[in-house]
């Protein structure tokens, strides 16, 4: 039998994860190719170039543009602090000088004497990027950045806000249907990585932040709830740069929906070891999906073929999600992949798969109805 692929999340107790830290700008890498690396580890910094501030020297002086240069103390290229002059109109008489200071810390950028404004940059911004997962450095990209590479369970979510961020890993919830609520969230969470059930709460989610938890990664979250809490609606534009005092990552969808038994019973499993989440999340075209890494103790010796793993199609047995009405959300496996089109209801013709749920319901649906869960 052919094999039928559909995209899907990836649920699985070990696989090499590899990731490209890289650079927004050419700067120095700090490490070299067999070092081993922790989370915080800085392993490349840059400066990005300060920001621009316009000043209209001219303006201010009473000079017609043409003039600047005659009065200006600085020249372009010089450093320049704030509240420093930076050019001189001299009067008839020493008290009647005016001069005009620089408003920020940084350089002079250029002068104009059509505009008769000044630009000045401000101080380089540092810039450093750090491992963000523990493992070995297998590549070094000369003043660019590395690769990370690490033996790792990993899980992959539906949506997610929030950056990178790593801790203890907890379950705070008895099972997979709990919802996450605010009583459940500890004082002793501080720091960690918190699992949920079902759903998390506005108020649980709000609590986590107050207590110091570093992320929470659970079944579903109200889409009304996170309105009201970002205070905008979320589009097809990336998430990840939320400075909101926590990483979410939600594993299954919107709404009350409990997280996979698998995926539950993964990170069970791993109660006590450090957890790497991103809550970056990009649903348009080059997709990116939030994500939970939990690096593998003990598997140092990293063999890249393992990256190079072919990647399975649906077959008789495969795991997968629904993503679409009437049976959105639930969970099942694949027992029979038809060849022939099937004509739906809408009388439209279409691949199908037979499925049968967790709960023990079958049913027909189409192909492109579901997702695999990759293990």
Excluded: W
Aim: proline share 5%; hydrophobic share 40%.
């Amino acid at each position: 039998m052919g094999h039928a692929y559909t995209p899907g999340l990836k649920v699985t107790d070990k696989m090499l994860v590899r990731k490209h830290r890289i650079l927004p700008l050419k700067g120095d890498v700090i490490v070299k190719v067999g070092d081993s690396v922790n989370p915080d580890d800085v392993v490349a910094r840059t400066h990005l170039p300060g920001n621009v501030v316009p000043l209209n020297v001219a303006n201010k002086l009473g000079l017609p543009p043409e003039d600047l240069t005659e009065v200006m103390l600085k020249k372009e290229g010089d450093e320049i602090k704030e509240g420093e002059a930076i050019a001189l109109k001299k009067g008839i008489f020493k008290f009647l000088n005016s001069t005009c200071p620089a408003t920020i810390d940084g350089t002079l950028e250029s002068i104009s004497t059509v505009t008769g404004q000044v630009l000045q940059r401000g101080e380089p911004i540092p810039v450093e990027v750090k491992a963000y997962i523990r493992g070995k450095i297998t590549e070094v990209i000369e003043n660019e950045g590395v690769v990370v590479d690490t033996y790792a369970s990993f899980v992959q979510g539906i949506f997610g806000i929030g950056g990178e961020t790593s801790g203890e890993l907890i379950i705070a919830t008895p099972d997979n249907k709990t919802i996450l609520s605010d009583d459940l969230i500890k004082d002793e969470m501080k720091g960690k990585i918190v699992v949920g059930g079902s759903l998390v709460t506005a108020d649980a989610l709000k609590k986590a932040i107050k207590v110091g938890v570093k992320g929470i990664v659970v079944g579903g979250f109200d889409d009304k709830d996170l309105r009201d809490f970002l205070g905008y609606d979320i589009g097809v534009a990336i998430t990840g740069s939320e400075d909101i005092g926590v990483s979410l990552v939600v594993t299954e969808g919107f709404g009350t929906i409990d997280m996979a038994h698998k995926t539950f019973d993964l990170l069970s499993s791993n109660i006590g070891k450090q957890a790497c989440i991103n809550g970056a999340t990009q649903i348009r075209a080059g997709v990116i999906r939030p994500e939970v890494v939990i690096p593998i103790v003990g598997e140092e010796t990293i063999n890249p073929a393992d990256a190079e793993r072919e990647i399975l199609g649906l077959d008789i047995g495969s795991p997968i999600r629904v993503i679409r009405h009437p049976y959105f959300g639930k969970l099942g496996k694949v027992t029979g992949l038809p060849s022939p089109l099937h004509v739906l209801e809408s009388e439209s013709k279409a691949r199908i798969l037979e499925v049968a749920f967790d709960d023990g319901e079958k049913a027909i649906v189409p192909r492109a109805n579901v997702e695999m869960i990759e293990s």
